[in-house]
């Protein structure tokens, strides 16, 4: 006896290894077999022994198909129920199920015996069928089936008790033999109406044979002999045939057209008819207007593509290379303009431009240069309405969060007004962030547009509860991004020996030297961290430690630097303690070093907000509502919501900007808008070849490899393949084109989504309304 238990403890084994096992014992000779199934599919076949030996099968738990493919010599007895398919394609096995059967036992089989102790689903005995040089299939049931039994019967002979079904009116279920060709099916009880091709007849001298050698067999598998006398009433019984083809052509049937059959004979008002109006026009297999399946809709610029999806200031890529495609550099210099002030300083310097890592190319070859290219719009100039909204809105915090808003603000007409504590305005861009990382020409050029478009430059402005309650009674709104300053450690025994990571870097790039140690450490290796190590050895550090509690998550460039630096990177690294020595972790690891920076992070200074029980915190940070309020006109951004990334910042600025001039402007305005991104399984990439490295073109010569996802680039691969020419490319002027449809032409094939490379072809299920007529009067 060859025993397989599935389930050891929490592991379950496959079906292929179950399969597997089972096939290899077979090829060995063995022939019993014990399964403690788990669900496992397939078992019990195609299987055939080397010496034309009987396998033997005893199953639990049995999964779908239990028996599919079961050739002769194959027996199987599976304890208590089992689920859908069992003996599929059955060629000659014997297959017992001591409990119920689910849906579509039997289908498809062709030789052997099944058994069913129970119930059999819906579609049992659908498509049955007998190949003349085998004996036929049997299927038979204890109890009663699902609707659509015997479904497509052509050939066996199915057998269906129908003990224990007093309850039901039909122990065939409804419909039966639908499509019934061949066969015959035997049942004892009541069944609904059958088909009008289908005979159902008393049983003769021979059926009563059939039944009465068989019945005892069939009992005596499932552990029902003492049934014998109550299913061998033969008067009960009845049988359901097909009409032979002879039968079919001697009946005396009225001829009829179709829409007479479907109207008086078939569904009286039509199948629908009590939730609809049947026309009972035949249409079609292929249909244009109305009557279409689907329609193709032209949906440019619908969806985001994914490098727009994936930055937080959502700036859209795929249109800055449209532009370039049609040679208007000057609109795809000034386009990024629209949602960033800092497309140098932020996009191609120190954004980890997530942009790159969606871009859809990088699944062909490399992304898209998308962040360098934001050096080219550098020295671009924005124009600025000159129409003005006379609404003054004060901006706290010269940072990259409070200077997006205050960029976009200008654009829409109003005053805007930043105030900022340091010296000069720029946030973090110019007080952390390493010159050797971003030029400080490059930043103050960015400032320099930011101002020439009206925004006023407050520097040296420290706000406090006084000064705030003034700003707010003096604007008609204030955006509060104040950023995060005050550096977060954690209460190690040693702590008041840290250096402060910000304050460090605040320190050189205000030129003032800070004082370094020859062997630092720095806790964090996020790209702060990195910042910090850099500003180490440029201040004259000879070794830098970074340890972290998890993996590092700086950009690899930043560590790839800091390592040929000298730098070393240990992590995971549990600090406890911290001495003039060096840092000890909770296992007792000790690094040597006589300074200690830390730098994982900061949290808001907020002591100059109002104390309202209205501002809801999360610890250190701000909790706005949907439209990025705190208080009635008060508007937050950045950091003071939550850590982020520079890009992360400028996305939050520009939301707060848009909710803060509906507010003065006194306008209802939807959710901020966020597009959808654009499913990667209406793309074409296949349309695109590989470049290889070294052929990469510039960052502007990009444009033939941009895929231009979910924007039109206006290949013209859809007019050319329309097989109906039913799409029309349709020029406005002025470089906006449109392509369409005609419904009179469209078949809804599907061709124009299937070969659109940028997935702006969307084929939709056809929701037009059929108009319907009723006695005279039109419903829709």
């Given at each position: ?83 859908a ?18 849906d ?16 059999g ?10 190949d ?14 699902g609707?659509f ?10 057998v ?7 309850e ?68 009960q ?18 001829h ?45 610029a ?7 999806f ?31 002030p ?37 020295y671009?100039k ?13 901006v ?26 340091d ?11 390493p ?10 050029a960015e ?55 910000l ?12 004082y ?12 702060s ?9 440029d201040?004259?550090?000879e ?18 630097h ?19 020595e ?24 907020l ?42 910042a ?24 966020e597009?959808r ?10 349309y ?53 449809s ?17 997935g ?21």
């Open positions: 006896m060859f025993k397989i238990d599935t389930l050891k403890g929490h592991d379950r084994m496959s079906t292929q290894d179950l399969l597997l096992a089972v096939g290899s014992a077979v090829a060995n000779g063995e022939t019993d077999f014990e399964i403690a199934a788990s669900g496992q599919h397939d078992i019990g076949g195609p299987l055939w022994h080397p010496e034309g030996k009987t396998l033997h099968f005893h199953v639990t738990n049995a999964g779908q198909r239990l028996g599919s493919m079961c050739l002769n010599n194959t027996e199987i007895i599976a304890d208590g129920s089992v689920s398919d069992v003996g599929w394609l059955n060629a000659g096995g014997k297959i017992v199920v001591k409990g119920d059967a689910g579509t036992a039997g289908h498809c089989s062709s030789g052997g015996k099944i058994y069913i102790g129970g119930r689903g819906t579609r049992t005995g659908s498509l049955m069928k007998h003349p040089l085998y004996e036929e299939p049997q299927l038979w049931i204890l109890k009663n089936v609707s039994a015997f479904e497509f019967m052509g050939g066996g002979r199915a269906v008790c129908g003990f224990d079904s007093e039901f009116d039909s122990v065939l279920g409804e419909r039966p033999c639908v499509g019934m060709v061949g066969g015959t099916v035997y049942f004892r009880g009541h069944s609904h109406d059958h088909p009008a091709d289908i005979l159902l007849e008393e049983l003769d001298k021979d059926d009563i044979a059939f039944l009465a050698e068989g019945m005892d067999k069939f009992l005596e598998s499932i552990g029902k002999e003492n049934l014998h006398n109550d299913l061998s009433d033969w008067s019984w009845h049988k359901l045939r097909p009409l032979t083809f002879d039968e079919k052509q001697n009946a005396d049937t009225k009829t057209d179709m829409r007479s059959f479907r109207l008086n004979e078939w569904i009286k008002g039509g199948m629908f008819s009590d939730v609809a109006v049947d026309d009972f026009a035949v249409k079609n297999l292929v249909e244009k207007g109305l009557y279409r399946q689907h329609i193709p809709v032209w949906n440019n619908k969806y985001a593509a994914p490098c727009e994936a930055c937080p200031a959502h700036i859209p890529t795929q249109l800055r290379y449209k532009l370039l495609r049609t040679e208007k550099q000057e609109e795809a210099t000034k386009l990024i303009l629209e949602y960033t800092f497309p140098g300083s932020v996009c191609a310097s120190v954004c980890p431009n997530p942009c790159m890592d969606a871009c859809t190319r990088a699944k062909i070859d490399q992304s898209v240069q998308i962040g360098p290219l934001g050096f080219q719009s550098v671009a924005l124009d600025i309405t000159s129409k003005k909204t006379g609404k003054k809105i004060a706290i915090g010269g940072g990259v969060a409070g200077l997006g808003a205050a960029w976009q603000l200008i654009q829409r007409g109003h005053d805007v007004t930043v105030y900022d504590e010296d000069h305005i720029g946030g973090k861009l110019e007080q952390v962030i010159r050797a990382r971003l030029p400080h020409e490059l930043l103050q400032l320099k547009r930011i101002e020439d478009a009206g925004v006023k430059f407050v520097p040296k402005f420290k706000v406090d509860a006084e000064k705030f309650t003034a700003i707010r009674q003096n604007n008609d709104a204030v955006v509060l991004a104040t950023g995060g300053h005050k550096s977060r450690f954690f209460p190690w025994e040693g702590a008041e020996k840290l250096t402060m990571g304050t460090f870097l605040k320190a050189i790039n205000r030129g003032e030297h800070p370094v140690g020859k062997n630092v450490i720095v806790i964090g290796c996020g790209n961290g990195m910042d910090t190590a850099r500003g180490a050895y201040m004259g550090a070794k830098v430690t970074c340890i972290d509690v998890q993996k590092p998550a700086a950009f690899q460039n930043e560590i790839d800091i390592e040929q630096m000298g730098g070393e990177l240990i992590w995971p690294f549990m600090t406890s303690k911290i001495t003039d060096g840092i000890y972790d909770n296992a007792g690891k000790f690094i040597a070093g006589d300074m200690v920076i830390v730098s994982i992070g900061e949290a808001p200074i002591d100059y907000l109002p104390q309202d029980d209205k501002i809801k915190k999360f610890r250190d940070w701000l909790v706005p509502g949907k439209d990025n309020t705190i208080l009635d006109g008060i508007f937050v951004a950045g950091d003071v919501i939550k850590p982020g990334r520079l890009v992360d400028i996305g939050s600025g520009n939301k707060a900007a848009y909710y803060a001039d509906a507010y003065v402007m006194r306008k209802d305005v939807p959710a901020f808008p597009k991104e654009v499913p990667a399984d209406m793309l074409g990439k296949e695109f070849a590989k470049y290889h490295h070294e052929d990469l073109p510039e960052p502007l010569g990009d444009v033939d490899r941009c895929v231009s996802c979910g924007t039109c680039r206006d290949c013209r691969t859809c007019l050319d393949s329309c097989p109906e020419k039913a799409i029309d490319r349709i020029d406005h002027g002025m470089g906006i084109i449109e392509y369409r005609d419904p009179d032409k469209c078949i809804g094939c599907g061709i124009c989504s299937g070969v659109c490379p940028c702006i072809w969307e084929l939709n299920d056809n929701p037009e309304p059929i108009k319907m007529y009723r006695t005279g009067s039109k419903a829709e």
